[in-house]
C-alpha cells in the first residue's frame, strides 16, 4: 500500500469514527453525571460531558491498530503508552480534581519518559550558538521545559469551545505535509491522524446541542502531547533543505505554536506579578476577553487562528528575505508580541480608560454574533438529526 493511502486512511479512519461512537459517550456521560457544570469563570448554562479526551484516546487507539495491519508503526508504541498515561491522569483531574503540583510532576515525567525511550527532543537549535551542541542533561532540560509549556499552553486554550481542536487541525495539516515532504511515515500518520480526530471533534463541540461535549483536560493533554511529538522529531530540527522551513526550524514552530504559546507566557507573568499560581484559573486569556466583548465562540478562535496565520506570515517574508537565523527567529517572537500581546493590552485599556469605545465595539461584535449564531444553529441540527432519528427508532 503505497503512503499517500496510508496518509488517507489515518485521516479518514479517526474522521468516520469518532461520530460513530461520540453521541454514544456523550449519552453515557449525562447519565453518570460525567460533566462540567456552570461556574463562576463559565459561561455555559447547562452540564457539558467531558467525554471527549475518552473518545479521542478510544479513536486513536483503533486507528493505530489498523494502520498496523498495513503499515509497520511499532516505533509509535511507546508514544502511545505515554498518551494512555496522559489521559488517564487527565480523566482522574476532570471527575475528581488533582492538585496542580501533582499534575506538573506527571507532565514532566511524561515529556522525560519521551525524551528518554525515544527520539523526540531538542538536541540542537541551529543557528543559535549557545544553543547548537547541547550536552544530554541540556538537550533533556530544554526538552522537559518546552515539552511542560507545550502541554499547558494547549490546555489553557482549551477554554472556548473550538479553538484547542481548530488549533490541532492547523497544526496537524501543516506539520503533516512537512513531514511527507520528507518521508518520516510514522510522524506523518501522527500529524494525520490528530487532523481526522479534531476535525470530526470540532463539529460536535462548537455546532451540536444535543451532543456537545468538551475535551477536558484528559483530551487537551493528548492533543497537546500530539502536537509535542509532531514538532519535536530532532530530524525537523537539523534539516538542510530547500523547502523554506527546513532552514528556519526552530523559529517555524515557534511561528506555528506563536497564540498557545505567548498567551500562556502572558497569562503565567500576569499571574505571578498579581501573587497568584500559574495555575489558578481566571478569566484573563485573550480568548476570554474576545467573548466577553461579543463575540461568540466560533469568531473568537477564526480571529486567533488568523492572529497565528499573521505570525506565520511574518516568519515567511523574513526567511524569505534570507536573514540570518538569530535576528530571524527574534523577528518572528516580535510579531508574536504584537499580533497575540498587543490585542489584549488593546482591550484592557479601553475597558478601563475609553469604556465608552468599548461598548461601541462590544455592540458590533454582538450583532455580527447574531448572524453566526444562526449559522452555528443551522450547522448543529444537521449534525444532530440523523443521531435524533436513530434514537427515536431504538426507543420504538
Partial sequence: MSDNTIY?????IPLVLMPMVLPAFVLMAHRKRITDGPGPRKRQRHPVPLMGGTVMMLV????????NLFYDITPLFPVLCVMCMLYIFGMMDDTIGLGWGYKLVLQIFAVLM?????????????????????SPLMSGVLTVFCGVMLLNAVNFSDGIDGLASAFGVMVGIVMG???TRHGFVTQAIISFIMVGIMSSFFCYNVFSKRYKTYMGDSGSLVLGLFIFIAVTDNRLLMLDGSFLADNYSFSFIIALLSVVLF????????RVLRHKLPYEGDRTHLHHLYVDMGMNHLMATVLLLLSNLAVI????VSAKTGMPILPQMLLTLLGGAI???????????????????????SSRFRKIASHVDCFVEFMGRVIDVRWSKKR???KK
Fill in 8 to 12: 488517507l486512511l489515518s485521516f479518514l
Fill in 60 to 67: 486513536i487507539c483503533v486507528t493505530s491498530v489498523v494502520i
Fill in 114 to 134: 519521551l525524551y528518554l525511550g525515544t527520539n523526540y527532543g531538542i538536541y540542537s537549535v541551529r543557528g543559535i550558538h549557545l544553543l547548537e551542541n547541547l
Fill in 177 to 179: 505535509y512537512w513531514h
Fill in 263 to 270: 498567551d500562556l507566557i502572558r497569562v503565567v507573568v500576569l
Fill in 313 to 316: 506570515g511574518v516568519w515567511f
Fill in 339 to 361: 499580533f497575540v500581546w498587543l490585542p489584549y493590552f488593546q482591550i484592557v485599556y479601553l475597558r478601563r480608560k475609553r469604556p465608552s469605545r468599548y461598548d461601541k465595539i
Fill in 392 to 394: 427515536s427508532r431504538e
